[in-house]
């Protein structure tokens, strides 16, 4: 076996290129959507926009979910998770599997409907039951 120092500049040329590229350790793309990320723990109330003569808001209830760790969640009594990519969470396993909603800000989320634009319903942590 011919010993590095015995090869020609030229040979060692591609070597010394694939060892430097390695070295330095490009950042990788963002994920399709934006980084990854996760929910602030707690309860999510969901609710819609009331009206002049009725209350202000109207109660969801069946969209309400808890962020228990990481990207899981609880809701009706079972257990699913989402995937925050960006600021869109879409619910990927459970009860409310399919259900996409902008993040506006830490702890406010909007229902995102059909065509992709925010819609009626919003859902709010609740920083009194917050973990």
């Known amino acids: 076996m011919p010993r590095l120092s015995s090869l020609p500049a030229a040979a060692l040329a591609p070597v010394l290129m694939l060892l430097l590229a390695g070295a330095q350790s490009p950042v990788p793309p ?4 934006g980084l990854v990320g996760t929910l602030e723990p707690g309860t999510y109330n969901c609710e819609l926009a009331g009206d002049a003569s009725g ?7 069946d969209f309400d979910f808890t962020v228990i760790h990481g990207s899981s969640y609880r809701a009706g009594g079972s257990r699913g998770s989402y995937l925050l990519a960006g600021d869109v969470v879409t619910m990927t396993g459970g009860k409310l599997r399919g259900l996409k909603l902008h993040r506006i800000s830490t702890g406010f989320l909007r229902q995102i409907v059909s065509g992709g634009s925010d ?6 942590l609740d920083t009194s039951t917050k973990r």
Do not use: D, F, N, Q
């Open 30 to 33: 963002p994920v399709p959507g």
């Open 119 to 124: 819609g009626e319903m919003r859902c709010v």
């Open 55 to 61: 209350p202000i808001r109207v109660a969801a209830k």
